[in-house]
């Protein structure tokens, strides 16, 4: 796959993985994906602040960067460019990649050294969107499987300085600090 299309894709990969959730239905408000009306009271005041909003996340509940933090600026600016679009191409004319700083000729002391690979276009391209996890760390009601049943008192959730709190605890944390009795049949029923 050509590198141009790879560029075409990766706002639609961003807009499916991260921002779908909320701009597919208008969820709190959220322009619709290619809804004109409503994408064009905000590009009024123009695509920078645009970006400038979607980079600081707004007061109904959007996150900064729709939760994506390893987008730069100018990967957003595609992404919402893309929304405001419909997904057709721009309407603006994108400025083409810089191209890549050129190779300076090596000194003759390191003329023994082999000269580094080149840097192919393909490794400057946007990075593969991140998982599921990382997207709604936002939202501690979309935490992976492996979060979800922690302990009250690390849920984050719970007051920890609450006593009702500490009673919440799994039977093998609230019972450690008790002193063993040799009463009984000696099966830990706890396990």
Do not use: T
């Given at each position: 796959m050509g590198t141009a299309q790879a560029q075409d894709k990766a706002p639609k990969a961003v807009y499916e993985t991260s921002c779908a959730?909320?701009?597919?239905s208008g969820v709190l408000d959220a322009p619709k994906f290619g809804d004109a009306a409503a994408w064009g009271a905000r590009a009024k005041v123009g695509m920078p602040a645009l970006?400038?909003?979607?980079?600081a996340g707004t007061a109904k509940g959007m996150p900064p960067r729709g939760g994506r933090t390893?987008?730069?600026d100018a990967q957003l600016r595609a992404v919402i460019e893309y929304?405001?679009?419909?997904?057709a191409a721009p309407a603006t004319a994108r400025a083409p990649a810089p191209a890549p700083a050129p190779v300076a000729a090596p000194a003759p002391?390191?003329?023994?050294?082999?000269?580094?690979?080149?840097?192919?276009v393909a490794a400057n391209a946007a990075p593969a969107p991140a998982s599921g996890a990382e997207v709604n760390a936002f939202n501690r009601l979309l935490k992976p499987l492996g979060r979800v049943n922690r302990p009250a008192v690390e849920s984050g959730i719970h007051d920890p300085t609450n006593d009702m709190t500490?009673?919440?605890?799994?039977?093998?944390?609230?019972?450690t600090g008790?002193?063993?009795s040799m009463a009984g049949n000696h099966i830990d029923w706890v396990k």
């Open positions: 959730g909320c701009h597919a970006v400038k909003s979607a980079a390893d987008l730069n929304m405001v679009a419909g997904g002391a390191a003329a023994a050294a082999p000269p580094p690979p080149p840097v192919s500490l009673q919440l605890q799994p039977p093998s944390v609230a019972f008790l002193p063993r």
